[in-house]
């Protein structure tokens, strides 16, 4: 009997500093939607988390180490949105249409996940890096393709991120019209000099 209550008590322990460093993290993630890693200060964290200093540093050793791990949970998020559906539409202009879309449709319906996206993309994360590899490997295929007027992968990929950064900008400030995805895509595929995905190859992939 002490051994089971023994191992109870080690996984509440467990459970408990889970919950803790969950806690931390979710007051970080909201305080980083709104200012840069150098603008946060423990003192504001803990404040937001409602723990103790030394509880942040049981869990984190700095901030730079809570904004990796907030960029890792935003990351997962994307990876959320990029179900294997997409992964499975063989027309890179298509796999590109629906990623654009779908990162649009969610921070257009949650405001406070797009001011974090916006922050992140505008320092060189890992999740930063992470967003751009994927799109450039996907822009790669289609110049390979022939599919695309835009030659410069690097340019092509500050394109699409530019007009998604701007637009998401505009409806955190009220300014998003309701046919905002398919506007914002074809402005993207028009400023590459795209050609169409293959017809029906988005719906078919994604539903």
């Known amino acids: 009997m002490a051994k089971i209550d023994a191992a109870r008590r080690a996984e509440i322990g467990r459970e408990k500093r ?5 806690q931390i993290l979710e007051a970080g993630t909201m305080l980083l939607a709104e200012r840069p890693p150098e603008a946060l200060t423990v003192d504001a964290i803990v404040e937001a988390a409602g723990v103790a200093k030394g509880t942040f ?3 984190f050793q700095s901030i730079e180490e809570l904004a990796a791990a907030v960029g890792a949970k935003l990351g997962e998020s994307f990876d959320d949105l990029l179900t ?3 992964l499975e539409l063989p027309d890179p202009i298509a796999r590109l249409s629906f990623a ?12 406070a996940w797009a001011r974090l996206v916006v922050q992140s993309a505008q320092t060189p994360t890992e999740f930063a890096r992470g967003i751009r590899a994927h799109l450039k490997a996907d822009l790669t295929e289609a110049i390979d393709q022939g599919r ?5 992968v690097e340019l092509a990929a500050d394109i699409v991120l530019g007009i998604w950064l701007q ?14 995805s398919d506007l914002a895509l074809g402005a993207v595929l028009r400023a590459l000099g795209a050609s169409q995905p293959m017809m029906g190859i988005v719906s078919d992939g994604v539903g």
């Not at 654009?100 to 405001?111: V, Y």
């Not at 637009?167 to 309701?178: M, N, T």
Request: no cysteine.
């Open 100 to 111: 654009f879309t779908q990162f649009l449709e969610k921070a257009t319906s949650d405001p």
């Open 148 to 152: 695309l007027t835009i030659r410069d």
């Open 18 to 22: 889970a919950r803790t460093r969950s």
């Open 167 to 180: 637009v998401v900008r505009g409806s955190l400030e009220g300014r998003a019209a309701s046919d905002l």
């Open 84 to 86: 294997a559906a997409r």
């Open 57 to 59: 540093y049981y869990h």
